[in-house]
């Protein structure tokens, strides 16, 4: 029985996830599958739980990446789902253990997620760049060329795109636009929506004394259409044509106030 609760007279050790959750499983079938856990498991030095006896493995990874572990050792089946949100998890249990189907598989997965950014949510393209820093970890400690190689290049590819974002937000800003920019955000390609809403809610880049004067005597030099058309060229399509549409209504609601009086 694939996780059996803690009454399993059958089952005979604990794997103690990260936050203390138990998952219970066999002894003999772990040990079976991998040799490196079958000299853990061998280990005389672990503590047993006075009530039932159980060996009792902690491991730092999180209980999903422990349950999608033992799902492919019990059935060979890998859960796509959670190898993907746990994925650094699941690499260092594959590499750990010496399980390089798994560890293939886990690398197919990011490389994917890596190599697809045009077509991915913006939840998926977050998390991406939320965890870009541990899969090139990850890569470089279990010698995945490929896989550093993506990662580092949209690890670079979006650490330029930010500083233009930046740049929006701070001719937006001076527009009295970001607050538009953010409500029409959602009109954008899913990458330019990440973008927008990560410059919006990280603190503003503090640049140096000369940065800070070169900017403004560009801003000062720059006319407030000049300013507009930068803004709409960096916010895509969409976003232009939201603003556009805005101000043909408020184009409107101003003639027809000359025409009321």
């Known amino acids: 029985m694939l996780f059996p609760p803690s009454s399993d007279p059958f089952s005979d050790v604990v794997l103690v996830a990260a936050r203390g959750e138990s998952i219970h499983a066999h002894r003999c079938v772990l040990a079976a599958a991998s040799a490196t856990m079958s000299t853990l498991l061998s280990n005389p030095s672990f503590a047993e739980n006075q009530d039932s006896s159980k060996s009792v493995v902690n491991l730092p990874q999180s209980a999903a990446a422990v349950k999608a572990f033992l799902r492919y050792i019990y059935t060979g089946v890998i859960d796509d789902k959670i190898c993907y949100n746990h994925l650094l998890d699941v690499f260092d249990l594959a590499m ?12 197919k997965h990011a490389l994917k997620a890596l190599q697809n950014m045009a077509s991915a949510s913006v939840e998926e393209i977050q998390w991406i760049v939320a965890n870009c820093a541990g899969v090139i970890e ?5 010698g995945l060329a490929e896989l550093e190689a993506a990662a580092l290049f949209v690890q670079m590819e979006r650490e330029e795109k930010l500083v233009q974002f930046r740049k929006l937000k701070r001719m937006m800003r001076s527009l009295g636009r970001w607050d538009f920019l953010l409500h029409t955000a959602h009109r954008n390609p899913p ?45 895509g399509p969409e976003a232009e044509a939201a603003a556009a549409e805005q101000e043909e209504r408020e184009g409107q609601g101003q003639e027809g106030a000359l025409l009321e009086g």
């Open 96 to 107: 750990q253990h010496e399980f390089p189907e798994l560890l293939t598989a886990c690398e």
């Open 191 to 235: 990458e330019v929506q990440a973008l927008i809403w990560a410059v919006h809610y990280e603190k503003d880049v503090v640049s140096t004394d000369e940065e800070d004067g070169k900017e403004e005597e560009e801003e000062k030099g720059s006319s407030g259409a000049d300013l507009e058309a930068a803004a709409a060229a960096a916010a």
């Open 138 to 142: 990850a890569a470089q400690k279990h």
